[in-house]
């Protein structure tokens, strides 16, 4: 039902349409917002437990995006989550908050904290839970690491996937 409300808007707005034709291959093809989508500087866990306090009071899903400002995967993502259809999604769906990793040196008591303890083998790294902080995508956290050769239609599914209500 939610991939199918996800389409619905994706494919109502014109400009999308053509978008969803063909992954994104560079940076071009996607109007351009954010350029360094992580604040390299935040409290990582201050940020993080925030987005479930927010979560608790709004009864959404937190999503908890870990990536890097090189990053180009992460970049487009971003910029992908910032188009205004997608944004309005996420927005009634979901608590975001970016968390910097560096590369993969910086904040990784945050994947830890949902059982990765390992070395984060991409990036951008998405953790979708619930208020209470139960993982939802154990088996698919990575699965936006290769975003710019995704359709913004594959993109949106998988946040539809978990959205919950």
């Not at 071009?28 to 866990?45: F, I, R, S, T």
Request: charged share 20%.
């Amino acid at each position: 039902m939610k991939k199918r409300i996800v389409a619905a808007l994706l494919l109502a707005t014109p400009a999308w349409a053509a978008t969803l034709k063909s992954p994104i291959a560079t940076m071009e093809q996607l109007p351009v917002v954010l350029m360094q989508p992580y604040d390299e500087h935040a409290n990582a866990d201050a940020a993080v437990a925030a987005a479930f306090e927010r979560a608790k009071k709004s009864h959404k899903r937190v999503l908890i995006d870990l990536g890097g400002n090189w990053c180009v995967d992460c970049v487009v993502l971003a910029n992908f989550v910032e188009q205004p259809i997608v944004k309005k999604f996420v927005a009634a769906h979901y608590e975001w908050v970016a968390v910097d990793v560096g590369r993969f040196d910086r904040n990784l008591q945050v994947p830890a904290r949902f059982g990765l303890t390992r070395r984060l083998t991409g990036v951008p790294t998405i953790i979708i839970a619930t208020p209470d902080g139960k993982q939802l995508n154990q088996n698919d956290v990575f699965v936006l690491s290769d975003a710019r050769s995704m359709t913004p239609q594959a993109v949106a599914d998988y946040l539809a996937k978990y959205a919950g209500n």
